[in-house]
C-alpha cells in the first residue's frame, strides 16, 4: 500500500539522507520523493510516497518523527489532503514521418481536454506540461502514446493537507539549568 | 603489579570569555563545561592539533590499543554511572573502527559521544588521505551526528551532541572535526542555550493514562512486571521496587534490566527470554496482565511473536513512542520518563488499592504461589561437579564473591548468558553487557570503562575464550594505566554458542568453532606485565578467585571449563516461550 508522508524539515546537510535512510533501512521502497524549501528558508518541505505494509504507516510516522531534523510528519494517506503531480512530456509529431497536420491538431486538442499546456512547439513535435493527481497523468501519457513516441518526467507528487496541524516545535534550552527545569521546559 | 597512577596534570582556569582560541582548545573547554572528566581515544594525523592542546589539559585521556575498544570503554564509563562516555578517533580508519561500537551503544540506548577527525573542508570529497565519509557511515548507527565545517559552529554543536545523548531514548552521537576546524581560531564566548526545534521528547506520561493502568493493575488476578533496560537509564530502579512492594507483582527484568529490580527482592524471578528461567517465561506466557516499563518486546525475550503471552494485556511504558506496538500492541501505551510514569503510578495505586485490590487478591495469592512452584520446580543450575570445572559453577562462585556489588562486564555466547542466570545484581549499572547487538569483544573493553569510572569497585570482565581473543591488545591498556579489572576467561576451547546451535539445529556438525592454541595466561599477562594463572580443578577454583581479587592491579585467569557444557532452559528461535528446552533434548509444553 502507497503511504504519503508529509514532512517539514530543518534545511541542514544529511536531513535527505537521514530521511531515506530510515526508509531504506527498513526495506521499503521509495515510489516518489520531493523536496524544496518553504517560506522559511530555513526548512524544506518533503513529500514521500512510500510502499508499506497497512500496519506499519503509523511506525514509519514515528521514526520520522524521531529524526532530529524533522520537525513534523504526518501521514496523508486517508486524512484530507490535496496531492498532485507535474508533468513534462515530449510527443513526436513531425510530418517527415507521415504525421499529418491533423494529427498535430489533435494533440493539441487532446492536451486542452486534459488542462495541458504547450510549453515548446517544433517540427519535431511538442513539449507539453500538466499537472493533476497521478491517475489523470498515467491517463494522459496512454493517450499521448497513441499519437507517437513520447519522453515522459514526472515530478512525483506534492501534497497539502487541508486540516490545520498546529506545529509543535521544542523551545530553546538553557544549558546548565538543572534538571528539574529542563524537564519543564520539555514538557511546554 | 604496582599500579602506575597517571601523572597529575595541571588544573585550568576556565577560559576568559571571547578570547581568541582555537578549534582544539575551544573543543575541549565545552568538554568541561559538560563534566567530562576522560576520554578514551587514539590519535592520529587529523587530529594532532586536538592532542596536542590535550597534552597540558586536565581532562583525562585513556590511550586504548584499538579504537573499537575506546567506544566500547566509553560505553563501560557510560552503563556503570549514567553519565555520558566519550571516546575520540582520527579520520578514516580511525572513524570505521569506531562503527561497532556506535551500533552497539544505538542498540543498547547508551549515552556514548565520539568525537572523529576529519581531513580539512578543503579537502572533504577529495578521497584525501584517510578520508571516509564518516557523516555518511555513521548516519545509521548514532542516534544523530554531525559534521562540523565552521569554527563558529562548534560550540553549539558539541553541547547539543551532549544534550542528544543523554536526554529522551539516550544513545550514541558523532561529532566529526576537519583538521582546519581544530586549528582555526574564533572568539570563544560559552554557549548560553541549545535550540534543537524538531527533538521533542515527552517525559511526563499521560495522567488519565497512568490513572488506569492503576486500575487495569488492581483488577488483574494474574499481574506480571517485566521490566528492562528503560528503568536503568530512567533511574527508576527505586520507583520500580516500590511499585513491586506495593501491589506484590512477580518482577522479571531484561538482559538490559538486570538489577533494576534487586536480586535479592522476594518478588524478582530472573531474566525471561531465550534463556530466561522457566518461571520467568511461564509467567509471561500466562499471565492476564503485562507491565513492561522501558522494554522494547526483542525477539530473544518473545520468541515467536504470535505465541507471546496470548491472554495478557500490555500497558506499555516507554520514553520512545516508537517501541509502544512495535512488535507487541499495547493495550493502554504510556510515553513517558519510567521515573517520572512510576511515581504518579505509585501515588495512584497507593490511592486506589483499597477500592479494587481486595477483589482480586485470593487470585494474586494463587498466582504468586503458582510462580514459586515453577521456580522451585525449575531452578536454574548451578551444580559444581568434583571432576571438571562445570561453567555454571565458575559463575556460582563470581557471584559468591560478588555478593550482588560487583561491577560485572561480559563479552557474548554461553558464558553471558549463565553470568546472566546466575550473578545476582542488587543494584543497577552492575550488569554491562552487549545485549542488543551482541558484539564479541565488548567484555574486556567495557569493563576497562567501567573500572576507570569506578576506581574503588571490584571489576570482572568475564570473558568467552573467543571474545576475549579478540580484545587481547587492551591487556596493554590495563597494564599501562594500572586498571585493576579481573578478567575471568570461561574456556572451554570453543565458540560454545554457536557450537551449542550447530548441536543442536545442524546435526552436530562442528563447523569452524573449535578454539585452538589458547594462549598461556601465566605467559600472557606475565608479557604485559601482569598476574595471570591457568585453572582445571574445581578444588582450586575458589582459591583463584580470590587470589585474583586480593591483587591490587589486573588479573588474568583462565578457567578451563568443561567442553560441552550447554545454557538452558532454551527457547528454539522462532519457538514460543512457554516450548523450553530445559536440559533434556524433548520440549516440556503447559497448559
Not at chain 2, 120 to 127: A, E, M, V
Not at chain 2, 210 to 229: D, H, K, L, S, T
Not at chain 2, 242 to 268: C, K, Q, W, Y
Not at chain 2, 525 to 535: L, P
Amino acid at each position: 500500500m502507497q503511504e504519503i508522508i508529509s514532512l517539514l524539515v530543518e534545511n541542514k546537510t544529511g536531513a535527505l539522507m537521514r530521511v531515506t535512510g530510515v526508509l531504506v533501512a527498513r526495506g521499503y521502497n521509495i515510489e516518489s520523493l520531493t523536496v524544496a524549501r518553504t517560506l522559511d528558508p530555513t526548512l524544506s518541505r518533503m513529500t514521500i510516497v512510500v510502499d508499506v505494509d497497512d500496519k506499519q504507516r503509523a511506525q514509519v510516522i514515528k521514526q520520522m518523527n524521531k529524526l532530529v531534523n524533522v520537525l513534523q510528519a504526518q501521514d496523508l494517506t486517508e486524512s484530507p489532503a490535496v496531492s498532485r503531480e507535474l508533468l513534462l512530456l515530449r510527443v513526436r509529431a513531425t510530418a517527415a514521418e507521415g504525421h499529418s497536420k491533423e494529427a498535430r491538431t489533435a494533440i493539441l486538442k487532446e492536451a486542452e481536454i486534459f488542462g495541458a499546456r504547450v510549453v515548446a512547439s517544433n517540427v519535431e513535435g511538442f513539449a507539453l506540461e500538466v499537472t493533476g493527481d497521478p491517475e489523470k497523468l498515467d491517463e494522459f501519457i496512454d493517450v499521448m502514446r497513441s499519437y507517437g513516441e513520447i519522453e515522459v518526467t514526472r515530478s512525483g507528487i506534492v501534497s497539502v493537507s487541508l486540516e490545520a496541524k498546529k506545529l509543535r516545535l521544542a523551545p530553546a534550552i538553557a544549558l546548565g539549568a538543572k534538571e528539574e527545569e529542563e524537564e519543564e521546559i520539555l514538557n511546554g | 603489579m604496582a599500579t602506575i597512577p597517571n601523572p597529575p596534570k595541571p588544573s585550568m582556569p576556565p577560559a576568559p570569555v571571547g578570547q581568541l582560541m582555537s578549534g582544539s582548545k575551544i573543543l575541549l573547554e565545552c568538554l568541561v563545561q559538560e563534566g567530562v572528566d576522560c576520554i578514551f581515544g587514539y590519535p592520529g594525523g587529523v587530529t594532532l592539533p586536538f592532542y596536542d592542546a590535550l597534552y597540558d589539559h586536565p581532562i583525562r585521556h585513556i590511550l586504548v590499543r584499538h579504537e573499537q575498544n575506546a567506544a566500547f570503554a566509553a560505553q563501560g564509563y557510560a552503563r556503570s554511572t549514567g553519565k555520558v562516555g566519550v571516546c575520540c578517533a582520527t579520520s578514516g580508519p580511525g572513524a570505521t573502527n569506531l562503527v561497532t561500537g556506535l551500533v552497539d551503544a544505538m542498540m543498547d540506548s547508551i549515552p556514548i559521544v565520539a568525537l572523529t577527525g576529519q581531513v580539512s573542508t578543503k579537502l572533504i570529497g577529495s578521497d584525501a588521505f584517510q578520508e571516509a565519509d564518516t557523516f555518511g557511515i555513521t548516519r545509521s548507527a548514532t542516534k544523530h551526528n554531525f559534521l562540523v565545517k565552521d569554527i563558529k559552529d562548534l560550540p553549539q554543536i558539541l553541547h547539543e551532541a551532549f544534550y542528544l545523548a543523554k536526554t529522551g531514548r539516550p544513545g550514541p552521537v558523532l561529532v566529526d572535526i576537519p583538521k582546519d576546524v581544530f586549528q582555526g581560531q574564533c572568539h570563544y564566548a560559552p554557549v548560553a542555550e541549545i535550540h534543537l526545534p524538531g527533538y521533542k521528547v515527552v517525559t511526563e506520561g499521560h495522567t488519565g493514562q497512568i490513572r488506569r493502568a492503576a486500575q487495569m493493575i488492581w483488577e488483574a488476578e494474574r499481574p506480571f512486571v517485566y521490566a528492562g533496560g528503560g528503568i536503568i537509564h530512567a533511574e527508576a530502579s527505586a520507583e520500580l521496587t516500590e511499585l513491586v512492594d506495593i501491589t506484590d507483582i512477580p518482577t522479571v527484568n531484561t538482559l538490559m534490566g538486570l538489577g533494576a529490580l534487586s536480586a535479592s527482592h522476594p518478588r524478582f524471578i530472573s531474566m525471561p527470554g531465550m534463556h530466561g528461567s522457566y518461571a520467568a517465561n511461564m509467567g509471561m506466557y500466562n499471565a492476564d496482565l503485562l507491565i513492561a516499563l522501558g522494554v522494547r518486546f526483542d525477539d530473544r525475550v518473545t520468541g515467536r511473536l504470535a505465541a507471546f503471552a496470548p491472554f495478557a494485556k500490555v500497558i506499555h511504558v516507554d520514553i520512545d513512542p516508537s517501541e509502544i506496538s512495535k512488535n507487541r500492541h499495547a493495550d493502554l501505551p504510556i510515553v513517558g520518563d519510567a521515573k517520572k510514569v512510576l511515581r504518579k503510578l505509585n501515588q495512584f495505586l497507593k490511592e486506589t488499592r483499597n477500592e479494587f485490590a481486595p477483589k482480586t487478591e485470593s487470585a494474586r495469592e494463587a498466582w504468586r504461589q503458582q510462580i514459586k512452584e515453577w521456580m522451585t520446580e525449575h531452578p536454574f543450575d548451578r551444580t559444581a561437579s568434583a571432576e571438571e570445572i562445570r561453567p555454571q559453577h565458575l559463575i556460582d562462585e563470581i557471584d559468591r564473591i560478588s555478593g550482588g556489588e560487583a561491577i560485572v562486564c561480559t563479552d557474548v555466547g554461553q558464558h553471558q548468558m549463565w553470568s546472566a542466570q546466575l550473578i545476582r545484581f542488587n543494584k543497577p549499572r552492575l550488569w554491562i553487557n552487549s545485549g542488543g547487538l551482541g558484539s564479541m569483544g565488548f567484555g574486556l573493553p567495557s569493563a576497562m570503562g567501567a573500572q576507570v569510572a569506578n576506581p574503588d569497585k571490584l571489576c570482572f570482565a568475564i570473558c568467552g575464550d573467543g571474545g576475549f581473543q579478540m580484545s587481547v591488545p587492551e591487556l596493554a591498556t590495563l597494564a599501562s594505566n594500572g586498571i585493576p579489572v579481573k578478567i575471568i576467561v570461561m574456556n572451554n576451547g570453543y565458540l560454545g554458542m554457536v557450537r551449542q546451535w550447530q548441536e543442536l539445529f545442524y546435526n552436530n556438525r562442528l563447523s569452524q568453532v573449535t578454539l585452538d592454541h589458547f594462549p598461556q595466561a601465566e605467559m600472557l599477562a606475565g608479557a604485559y606485565g601482569f598476574k595471570g594463572r591457568t585453572v582445571d580443578k574445581p578444588s582450586e577454583l575458589r582459591a583463584a578467585l580470590a587470589e585474583a581479587v586480593a591483587e591490587p592491579g589486573p588479573y588474568l585467569l583462565d578457567i578451563k571449563v568443561s567442553p560441552y557444557e550447554n545454557v538452558y532452559p532454551m527457547v528454539p528461535a522462532g519457538g514460543a516461550i512457554n516450548e523450553m528446552v530445559l536440559g533434556a533434548p524433548q520440549p516440556v509444553s503447559m497448559k
